[in-house]
């Protein structure tokens, strides 16, 4: 059971340890020892943050450190390129290192211990137990033996620089890490490119002193405003996940021939030319497949395989005072610990907003929407709501408390047989905070 | 000292230093986004306020400067040895150098570069050969427009200051330093143009301090007094009275109703009362211009009186009009047009202008060069015998080299073995 669930994170393991053996063809041992050694050091490093820290610091940690990787990658693929574009750019003491035995025992103990880590978290969470992490550790070890016999039937053309794989690993990476919410990367890095976009081009606009959208045309502001849509978080998100893996291949692809000018002899300069292309070729196998786990990891991370509590809005009205009230119990029970959705309509303008009993015994009333995202509504999962337009969690006991995707909280006033909300305030927050997340459907900055 | 300033001079003009200056700026980014979401604006804000951060922003137009200096040097050193004006050929310049100890035949060398397409120069002991455009008149262009936008972003996030002024027809003009002319009219009206569809014109008349008669647009945005008229929204300037059954006496007050496009609502509190006067523009008839009352003057505000979170009546009347009700009566003598204006104080802004114009101007020159007329050259020396050739290539280096190793080997059957630099 422990190893259908983990799959995707067994494969990835497979993965990584078959492209580390690949890209240390001289230190098979070393890395297979380091390798295995860093996986058994994080799964048991995970049972242990597990049992004496809340669960939000162990994904907090492993999440930092899988963030940590990719942008470890953004800088080495930045690098790679400025090498490859650059004249007379000599291998750097960094890159030299990487081939040694110290590199190679780092970056293999470094990668089992994420990967530990990830597979731990993934199956054991708050109750894991130790005879399964055991078993994950053996399930490894025997994976790490497959990957040792097969990679040397593997054709001895094909190569892997340094900088590919560092791609190939952190991509397995943040693929066997892409299938658990709470570590999932891609879909909080779409949230934050939309919020960093929205922010970027409204002040840019403000920079230069761009008029505002009623003087402009609809055409024209139609433009402008598919940087404020949904999708520039989606796609920008994409760019940044895609564009270490795609500089990394151009950055193989750039590299300089070599110098033949002084081999005076036609055949062994062309030989000598066809060599390092094919090499090159060789070489960029491992960016490009790259690039399909970065595809998959993104995939998954759209669409999780996880059902959520959503039920359909319940229709509201307010008395001539402007107050609605919703009873505590009747046919729906507000104290059920589920998250029950209304919906508001006065006069033309709508609000969507949810009852929720809190963890805490507290009943809390939100909207259905947060300040920052487009207003696609929570759905409830165990412990937690998520966004569903960025994916992020919200632990229970902060659904209430105002700021980052938490819903926006509503003031409500707890009678002994239900809640009273103010239409008004209702209608108000959904219009000054929902609507400013919304400027497409406005036309609007 | 001077091996010192060597070192300082070459890290700052380094190809790496603007990408390292960017990810420190995006790793202090990432590390604000995991305590505020208004990332960019705290950013902005740590800039203004830290010497340190403001002098490593200030890296990157300084690292532009630097190698618009160090690259039109090159260019000139290459140029010389190219049209022979020097002999010293510095193999840093090119991207393969050679030498070869035989004594090449420079019309042959000539001939054949000719027949694929070289255009070639000969003087008394070199040849030199070249075809297509260099894309160094883009490359200059390109950092150029790098030093602009990175020094006007730094004089934009020091140095910007903004005010919000309403500018009300009739009224004198507000500017940050006191008061310029009267605003004599506000013209809204639909415009031809391919990308604004409205034009608003503000005309200023001559002030006492020395402004002369001005006429402000959108876009670009004038100048006046140092600081930018930016118009950012539009509203009306009222003058409202009102009564009421507990309030007799009545109260006349002037508002600001920052209520267009039509339909946003714009609240006005009664001072000293319960009472609180909701203002809306109703939305024109179907096919009419959503701004028609703004653009003729001809403004019906609709209105929703409240006492406390009561509402007693809403309505609506027209400018100079009034509306009795139940011993309530409001009235609106006088409604003028109103332009909410921002004063910015930022020469950045110029810029950030004349970098986007460089940005087009390198882009422009550097894809048709770079696609189909890339710049190879060949440079075949003879000085006391020995032949230096020399060989540099901005696009379709694969064909270049053949060509070049052509050469070479045209060279080299003349004499034997070819020593290696």
Known sequence: MVAVKLIPQLISWFGIVLVLLRGFPGLRSVVTTTSISGFAIGVSGAFFMFRSLPAAIPFGAVKSALGVSFLLLWGISVAAIYRSTGRRVTISSGARLVNTSIGAGTGAVLAGIITGLVCACRISGTDGNFPKLLFLVLIAGILTVIALAVEKRLPASLTVSPSGMLTAVVALLLFCSSSSLRLDLFSPLSMKVMKGVHDFVHQFMESVLIPDHLFVRSVVWGYIGLLFGKEVGFWGGMIIWFTPAILIALAINFQRLPSVAHIRQGARRRKLLADAIRNKRMLLITPLFSLAIFAAAAYQSSFPSVEYWDPKPEPVTASPSGEIFIPKKGEINLEDGKLHKYLFKQEGKEARFFVLLSPAGQLTVDLDACAICKPDGYGQAEGSVICYYCKTLIPLDTVGKPGGCNPVPIQFTEKADGVAIDGMTLLNAWSSTVRATARVKEGGK | ?421
């Open chain 2, 1 to 421: 000292m001077k091996r010192l300033l060597q070192t300082i001079l070459t890290a700052a003009s380094s190809r790496a230093l603007p990408p390292l200056v960017v990810g420190f700026f995006f790793l202090v980014y990432i590390g604000i986004a995991f305590f505020t979401n208004e990332t960019l604006i705290t950013l902005m804000a740590f800039t203004r306020n830290s010497l340190i951060l403001d002098g490593i922003l200030a890296l990157i137009p300084l690292n532009s400067a630097l190698r618009i200096l160090q690259e039109t040097c090159w260019h000139l050193k290459k140029r010389r040895v190219l049209n022979g004006k020097t002999s010293d050929v510095k193999p840093a310049l090119f991207d393969e150098s050679v030498e070869l100890t035989a004594a090449p035949s420079f019309s042959d060398l000539q001939s054949r570069l000719g027949a694929v397409g070289y255009k070639t120069r000969r003087s008394e002991n070199a040849v030199t050969a070249w075809r297509g455009a260099s894309i160094f008149p883009a490359r200059i262009l390109f950092l150029a427009g790098t030093f602009c936008l990175f020094t006007g972003i730094l004089i934009s996030i020091t140095t910007r200051t903004s005010h919000r002024q309403m500018v009300v027809e009739g009224e004198p003009l507000p500017v940050p330093e006191g008061i310029g002319g009267r605003v004599e009219r506000i013209t809204l009206a639909n415009s031809s143009g391919p990308i604004l569809r409205k034009t608003l014109t503000m005309e200023v008349a001559p002030s006492s301090s020395g402004y002369g008669k001005r006429v402000f647009g959108i876009y670009p945005p004038s100048m006046y007094g140092g600081s930018f008229v930016y118009p950012r929204y539009l509203g009306l300037a009222l003058l409202l009275r009102f009564s009421a059954p507990d309030l007799p006496a009545g109260i006349e007050k002037h508002s600001i109703l920052n209520c267009y496009p039509p339909g946003k609502e714009a609240s006005e509190e009664i001072p000293g009362s319960p009472y609180r006067i909701v203002f809306s523009i109703p939305e024109p008839v179907a096919g009419s211009d959503r701004y028609i009352s703004y653009m003729t003057g001809n403004v019906t505000l609709k209105f929703k009186l409240l006492k406390g979170k009561e509402v007693l009546f809403s309505g609506s009347a027209p400018g100079g009009g009034e509306f009795v009700r139940d011993g309530y009566r409001l009235a609106f003598p006088d409604i003028r047009r109103l332009v909410v204006t921002d004063y910015i104080g930022d020469y950045g802004v110029f810029f950030i202008w004349v970098a986007a114009l460089l940005f087009i101007g390198a882009g422009c020159i550097w894809l048709p060069v770079r696609l189909f007329f890339p710049r190879r050259e060949m440079l075949f020396r003879y000085d006391q015998g020995v032949a230096t050739a020399c060989s540099l290539a901005e696009g379709g280096a694969r064909t270049h080299a053949g060509v070049f190793h052509e050469m070479l080997d045209m060279i080299d059957a003349r004499r034997g073995e070819a020593s290696v630099v």
